[in-house]
């Protein structure tokens, strides 16, 4: 009996742990360097022709995790920055080991809109004296010169993880722009009358 539980349990860590590979595997193609040698995800896609950039940069404050700063710039688009969580995959948990810093900005034009999700900056992240994980320093190493400081598994898991968190990203503001609520509420002209007239 005790036998067959054993069996029975390397089964089933074994097909937690292939389904949970096989979820992030392949992120990474997402990124492509840009023409600084930067990760970048880039993508261009159809918008309404006046969208509501305050109205998005709210929505995606409150439908994305890590997003510390977001706004509408004056030329109608949107910029801001935000934090990844990288864990270390354990058998059972995983434990915070870094945070990947980003830039992002959405731009419009032409009935379309660009994002781009770039400047990935990593942070280890090291347990305090007080137990909790927190950054090891203020400062970040770019995602493109991680390769001579970790190794090629914990690069492709940081390339996946910034890779799946852009493609969420990509997939809220999509989700945005293809609401009503994504355009650009036209202020109603205003009514004249002729007092002398009544």
């Known amino acids: 009996m005790t036998a067959l ?4 349990k390397n089964i089933i860590l074994l097909i937690v742990a292939l389904c949970a590979g096989s979820l992030s595997y392949g992120q990474k193609a997402l990124l492509s360097l840009n023409e600084q040698n930067k990760y970048t995800y880039f993508v261009v ?6 969208p509501n950039a305050p109205a998005l940069a709210a929505y995606l404050k409150k439908a994305l995790n890590g997003v510390k700063f977001l706004e509408a710039t004056n030329a109608g688009g949107v910029e801001g920055r935000g934090i990844v969580l990288v ?3 354990g058998l059972i948990t995983g434990q915070e080991e870094g945070q990947l810093a980003y830039k992002v900005s959405i731009d419009f034009k032409d009935n379309k809109y660009r994002l781009i999700l770039t400047d990935f900056m990593f942070t280890p ?18 995602l493109e010169k991680l390769e001579a400081k970790v190794s090629t598994k914990q690069l492709n898991n940081y390339l996946d993880k910034a890779g799946s968190y852009s493609a969420k990203f990509g997939q809220q503001v999509s989700d945005f722009l293809t609401n009503p609520a994504a355009i650009m509420a036209h202020p109603a002209g205003v009514k004249k009358v002729d007092t002398k007239n009544w």
């Open 5 to 8: 539980f054993i069996i029975m």
């Open 87 to 89: 864990y270390k995959q």
């Open 125 to 142: 992240y090291q347990r305090n004296r007080y137990g909790v994980f927190a950054p090891v320093s203020n400062f970040g190493t770019p």
């Open 45 to 50: 896609k159809p918008a309404p022709a006046q």
